[in-house]
C-alpha cells in the first residue's frame, strides 16, 4: 500500500494552461509539502499545511494554490503555467519529529 | 536559510569512505539526511536531533554538533548500491525542513 501518492507521474502541457497535481497520504500525518524539485536537483520547499492550516507559505508565485481538504490530502494547483514551472513536484508528509515520506513525484514539462 | 553541503561532487571506487558535511547559518533543531537516485523520490537516511548525538545505519553513520550547527554524514567501504544525490535537511521551526543543494555521490566498481 503506498503511503503517499501522488497523481499524475507526469504531466506535458502548453503554456498558460491550468493544471492540478494531486496527493495523498495514508501514514495518518498531520503535516504535508510541497516541493519543487528543479532540472539542477534543488529541492525547494513551497508550501506546508499542518491538519489542514497553511503554515508555510514560501515565495511562490501567486498562480501556485495549495488547497488540503483534509489532513490526508494536499493538492497543488497552477494557473497560467509558464516555461519556468517545469520541475518534478513532490509531496511528502510527516509527523512530529519523523522523517519526511515522499511521493514519487510529478514531473510537470511546460511547452 | 539553506544550508551548505560540501563537497558537491565526489567519486570513490568500491570499499572507499567518503564524508559529506552540511553547515547552517541559524540555530538548528533538527538534521535530515536523505538519498535520491535518478528519477526516484529521496529516501529517507537518519534524522538527528539537538544534543550532538551520533546515529549509525550499517555502515553510514552521521552526527551533528548543535553548537557548530554543522552535521556529517560518514559512508565507510561504499558499496555500488549508494551512489545517488545526497541532501542535507536543516530544521529551525515551524516544521520547516530546508535542504542542501546535494552532492552527488558516484562510487565506481
Known amino acids: 500500500d503506498t503511503a503517499v501518492s501522488q497523481t499524475p507521474k507526469y504531466l506535458v502541457t502548453q503554456m498558460g494552461n491550468d493544471k492540478s497535481i494531486k496527493c495523498e497520504q495514508n501514514?495518518?500525518?498531520?503535516?504535508m509539502y510541497w516541493y519543487k524539485q528543479d532540472s539542477k536537483k534543488f529541492l525547494k520547499i513551497m508550501f506546508s499545511?499542518?491538519?489542514?492550516?497553511?503554515?508555510i507559505n514560501e515565495t511562490v508565485p501567486n498562480r501556485f494554490s495549495p488547497k488540503s481538504p483534509d489532513k490526508a490530502h494536499l493538492n497543488l494547483h497552477i494557473n497560467s503555467l509558464e516555461l519556468g514551472d517545469s520541475a518534478v513536484y513532490f509531496c511528502?508528509?510527516?509527523?512530529?519529529?519523523?522523517?519526511?515520506?515522499f511521493g514519487n513525484g510529478t514531473r510537470l514539462t511546460v511547452t | 536559510q539553506q544550508p551548505v553541503q560540501s563537497p558537491q561532487a565526489v567519486i570513490l571506487r568500491e570499499g572507499e569512505d567518503a564524508v559529506i558535511n552540511c553547515s547552517s547559518s541559524?540555530?538548528?533543531?533538527?538534521v535530515h539526511w536523505y538519498r535520491q537516485k535518478h528519477g526516484e523520490a529521496p529516501i529517507f537516511l537518519m534524522i538527528l536531533l539537538k544534543g550532538g548525538e551520533q546515529k549509525g545505519h550499517d555502515k553510514i553513520s552521521a552526527s551533528f554538533n548543535e553548537k557548530k550547527q554543522q552535521s556529517s554524514l560518514y559512508l565507510t567501504a561504499s558499496q555500488l548500491s549508494y551512489s545517488g544525490t545526497y541532501f542535507c535537511g536543516t530544521e529551525g521551526s515551524n516544521y520547516k525542513l530546508t535542504f542542501g543543494k546535494g552532492t552527488l555521490l558516484t562510487v565506481n566498481p
Open positions: 541559524k540555530a538548528l533543531y533538527s
Open positions: 511528502a508528509s510527516t509527523q512530529g519529529n519523523s522523517p519526511l515520506h
Open positions: 499545511y499542518n491538519n489542514k492550516e497553511l503554515i
Open positions: 501514514l495518518g500525518h498531520d503535516t
